[in-house]
């Protein structure tokens, strides 16, 4: 099956730093892919949508010059945290879709957990 | 727009009873409906599917019927597991939403033995 890995799995960094979290189809190719941000007991809120080779769309409230997303290839996007401070620690997932297939079904990576000190 | 609501929890079970999480759903097209489960500390992970009304979505033992006339995606197991504990998440996406998830609140599900 389809599968999305994250790297790192977990990573602490020092305020006002900035942290790259990468997401990566493993066998398809995904042409739109999707970031969210998880806090403790809630559901997932989508930050933003990443298509390939262009810019990404991001939901109403964040900050795009603090979340930069960039989706260079069909199976790798990336989101910075830039300056990073204790508020943006939380749990990031991001998703991927295969267009080709004609399904709306997203595959899900395992996610990132940003502990910001 | 679109909106999915799903039962709160969390909801705590014996091991072998019966399990079911209500989902309700508003959208203005024609979604496709899925159940994830996200297991602590972990991603989601596809449970379940149906993409067009009366579609029966199944998978280890978990069942959900797309029922268009009462907007609903409940689902159902018929004996759960202590392995069954876990955080269940309704989702719906369609066309008008370009394939953008709408996800319900999560339902955390506890199996005692």
């Known amino acids: 099956g389809a599968v999305v890995s994250q790297h790192p799995s977990w990573v602490i960094c020092k305020s006002g730093t900035s942290v790259k979290i990468e997401c990566r189809s493993l066998d398809f190719q995904a042409t739109t892919m999707f970031w969210y941000r998880q806090f403790p007991k809630q559901s997932l809120m989508l930050m933003a949508t990443?298509?390939?080779?262009?810019?990404?769309t991001y939901e109403q409230g964040v900050e795009k010059d603090k979340f930069l997303i960039n989706h260079a290839s069909l199976t790798l996007s990336t989101l910075t945290v830039t300056s990073a401070h204790p508020e943006d620690s939380s749990f990031y997932i991001c998703s991927a879709r295969d267009w080709g297939t004609g399904s709306y079904e997203q595959y899900f990576g395992p996610g990132t957990r940003l502990t910001v000190t | 727009g679109n909106s999915v609501t799903q039962m709160e929890g969390p909801v705590t079970l014996s091991e072998e009873a019966f399990l079911t999480i209500n989902c309700t759903y508003t959208a203005t097209g024609y979604p496709s409906l899925f159940w994830y489960v996200q297991y602590p500390g972990e991603g989601l992970q596809l449970l379940l599917k149906?993409?067009?009304?009366?579609d029966k979505g199944s998978n280890k033992g978990f069942e959900a019927t797309y029922r268009k006339e009462t907007t609903s995606f409940h689902l159902e197991k018929g004996s759960v597991q202590v392995s069954d504990s876990a955080v269940y998440f309704c989702a719906l996406s369609d066309a008008d939403s370009w394939g953008k998830f709408q996800f319900g609140a999560g339902t955390q599900v506890v199996v005692t033995p």
């Open positions: 990443s298509n390939e080779g262009s810019k990404a």
């Open positions: 149906a993409t067009k009304a009366d």
